[in-house]
């Protein structure tokens, strides 16, 4: 009786599994020719067969170990980029969300809106209006009295030409004042222009103090000169009407170049505060990016901390490498995707509590090993990555030079094939290196980053200009810095800072601040840097003098 319930157990596992099996082989002809048809379909559309790398998951109805099993399969546009590879992992939902490397949505959307755009421009928009009304006062405190706007210079007609002619006359002395003023107002320009007359960088979220202090003291200067001008001129009215001395055009002329002579050392302060205080080293700031923990160590100066952030963010962009977040979880190895990797069977379908311990202790043992033995795995795990992207890399470099053998420039030589513009001869030389690329970018995990036209751009680009394959494939080899990334070159970059100080306050030893944009941010640590004494110590040139100290087991 035993053995024919055996048998019948065992005969019923059998119909199921060949039920699964072949309910699984419909549902996986279903979906290839699905797949064929919309292939049919595209290539009827007329589209660009050299299309980028696609990516599709797909959840079969059959479990492994309790597990959902995903099928991914990565499907190339042409045969060019090699043959289907389907691999079969048996890892979880939210595993696979980072094997996953088809393309998607990039985070960081610049922010476009009306309050940004004010809050971007304002500050720009004010400070234009206020030095052009500074530069301009000195040419209208020279110009308007020769327009006849101010009485004391222009008297009534009950004073004759000649002396009207004498008021507002220049002689030598005013002449070169005048020469003087206009060398000013040019330097001043040209210095503002050089300066200062740029697209800002950054919206900071707190006012910036020292430009704030240069703005107001060029209101306070510009203001208090027209007062006194102003005022200067009404008295000169008044003794005009009195018969008293009147005032001279010399002497607003002097005036106005006393206003340039302000400007121009105002324009000097802000150089010195604004560009070149904080070129001086005095703190070291350690930026460690989260989560793949690269770090850089930079040394700065003296900066707000709103600042320091802008600054850190211009470094970050140009000098750390580009952050892979599809890899930050490499591929796992077969004996860590399952349960465990004990069975048990229950043959006379009696469950007894002495079985149920004895399993129990068992798959507790096993965990308890595989526990112990994770950072082995690990190591292998990451040493056979490593193999495999260097041969896939041997494989990539060997491809490209001999791809590189085929492609020469003509000099004016008859040959009998047609010449080829640089985007014809990459179409024509990049299939014989795509599926080794290809193979490079899959381990890698860069294919969100390189489609297949921008890879025919760079390549026509290192044609045209007669680069080696070296050259040509340092994009894929080197991937650094973070702005070679496309998904990055975007005009505007949106971070988040936080820091518990007020952000318009200097930076100083023990301040920590972070940028966030999305899953990136930068922990950045401040530290000063230690006053270094240096002494002198003198060498007495007795001491330079040396003996051979012979001995017989020496070669000497």
């Known amino acids: 009786m035993e053995t024919e319930s055996v048998k019948s157990a065992l005969s019923e596992q059998s119909s199921r599994s060949r039920r699964?099996?072949?309910?699984?082989?419909?549902?996986?002809?279903?979906?290839?020719?699905?797949?064929?048809?919309?292939?049919?379909?595209?290539?009827?559309?007329?589209?660009?067969?050299?299309?980028?790398?696609?990516?599709?998951?797909?959840?079969?109805?059959?479990?492994?170990?309790g597990q959902e099993v995903i099928e991914v399969?990565?499907?190339?546009?042409?045969?060019?980029?090699?043959?289907?590879?389907?691999?079969?992992?048996?890892?979880?939902?939210?595993?696979?969300?980072?094997?996953?490397?088809?393309?998607?949505?990039?985070?960081?959307?610049?922010?476009?809106?009306?309050?940004?755009?004010?809050?971007?421009?304002?500050?720009?928009?004010?400070?234009?209006?206020?030095?052009?009304?500074?530069?301009?006062?000195?040419?209208?405190?020279?110009?308007?009295?020769?327009?006849?706007?101010?009485?004391?210079?222009?008297?009534?007609?009950?004073?004759?030409?000649?002396?009207?002619?004498?008021?507002?006359?220049?002689?030598?002395?005013c002449k070169?004042?005048?020469?003087?003023?206009?060398?000013?107002?040019?330097?001043?320009?040209?210095?503002?222009?050089?300066?200062?007359?740029?697209?800002?960088?950054?919206?900071?979220?707190?006012?910036?103090?020292?430009r704030a202090a240069v703005?107001?003291?060029?209101?306070?200067?510009?203001?208090?000169?027209?007062?006194?001008?102003?005022?200067?001129?009404?008295?000169?009215?008044v003794a005009s009407a009195t018969g008293e001395e009147t005032v001279d055009y010399k002497g607003l002329v002097a005036y106005s170049s006393s206003l340039t002579d302000t400007l121009l050392f105002i324009h000097y302060l802000a150089v010195v505060l604004i560009e070149i205080r904080h070129l001086q080293p005095t703190y070291y700031i350690k930026v460690v990016r989260?989560?793949?923990?690269?770090?850089?160590?930079?040394?700065?100066?003296?900066?707000?901390?709103?600042?320091a952030a802008v600054w850190v963010l211009e470094h970050y962009y140009t000098e750390f490498p580009i952050y892979n977040p599809?890899?930050?979880?490499?591929?796992?190895?077969?004996?860590?995707?399952?349960?465990?990797?004990?069975?048990?069977?229950?043959?006379?379908?009696?469950?007894?509590?002495?079985?149920?311990?004895?399993?129990?202790?068992?798959?507790?043992?096993?965990?308890?090993?595989?526990?112990?033995?994770?950072?082995?795995?690990?190591?292998?795990?990451?040493h056979d990555y490593e193999r495999r992207v260097k041969k896939r890399r041997a494989r990539l470099i060997t491809a490209a030079e001999e791809a590189f053998t085929h492609i020469k420039r003509l000099h004016n030589d008859q040959v009998p094939a047609i010449p080829l513009d640089p985007q014809e001869a990459a179409q024509a030389v990049f299939p014989s290196m795509a599926r080794a690329l290809q193979k490079y970018l899959r381990v890698t995990r860069q294919q969100p980053r390189h489609s297949v036209e921008s890879i025919l751009a760079h390549l026509a680009d290192c044609l045209s200009h007669d680069l080696t394959p070296?050259?040509?494939?340092?994009?894929?080899?080197?991937?650094?810095?973070?702005?070679?990334?496309?998904?990055?070159?975007?005009?505007?970059?949106?971070?988040?800072?936080?820091c518990e100080e007020l952000l318009s306050r200097p930076i100083g030893h023990g301040i920590t601040f972070q940028l966030r944009q999305n899953d990136v941010s930068l922990l950045c640590h401040v530290r000063a840097l230690p006053h270094f004494n240096v002494t002198e110590e003198v060498v007495d040139p007795k001491s330079n003098k040396f003996v051979l100290r012979l001995n017989s087991e020496t070669s000497v």
């Open 73 to 173: 399969q990565i499907l190339p546009q042409d045969d060019n980029w090699g043959e289907n590879t389907t691999a079969v992992t048996g890892n979880t939902s939210e595993q696979s969300e980072i094997e996953d490397v088809g393309g998607g949505q990039w985070p960081g959307e610049p922010d476009t809106g009306l309050s940004f755009v004010c809050h971007r421009y304002l500050g720009s928009v004010l400070t234009a209006i206020l030095s052009i009304a500074a530069f301009l006062s000195p040419l209208a405190m020279v110009v308007l009295p020769k327009l006849g706007f101010f009485p004391a210079l222009n008297p009534g007609p009950t004073v004759g030409l000649q002396q009207r002619l004498q008021l507002l006359a220049c002689g030598a002395e």
């Open 326 to 382: 599809y890899l930050e979880r490499l591929p796992v190895s077969k004996s860590r995707k399952g349960g465990s990797s004990f069975k048990f069977y229950d043959v006379d379908g009696m469950n007894n509590t002495s079985m149920q311990q004895s399993q129990s202790r068992a798959m507790l043992a096993a965990h308890a090993r595989r526990r112990d033995s994770s950072h082995n795995e690990r190591f292998y795990e990451e």
């Open 290 to 307: 989260s989560p793949d923990g690269e770090s850089r160590a930079y040394s700065i100066g003296q900066l707000s901390i709103q600042r």
């Open 20 to 65: 699964s099996r072949s309910h699984t082989h419909r549902n996986n002809h279903r979906l290839h020719s699905n797949r064929s048809t919309r292939s049919t379909r595209s290539h009827r559309k007329g589209e660009d067969p050299m299309a980028p790398f696609q990516t599709s998951v797909t959840l079969s109805d059959e479990n492994r170990d």
């Open 176 to 210: 070169g004042l005048l020469v003087s003023l206009a060398f000013k107002l040019v330097l001043l320009a040209a210095g503002a222009w050089a300066v200062f007359l740029r697209r800002p960088r950054a919206t900071m979220p707190r006012i910036f103090l020292f």
């Open 470 to 498: 070296r050259a040509f494939l340092e994009p894929f080899l080197v991937p650094a810095p973070v702005l070679q990334n496309e998904k990055e070159q975007k005009p505007v970059q949106t971070w988040a800072l936080i």
């Open 215 to 237: 703005l107001v003291l060029v209101l306070v200067c510009t203001f208090a000169y027209w007062l006194f001008y102003v005022v200067q001129v009404t008295e000169g009215a």
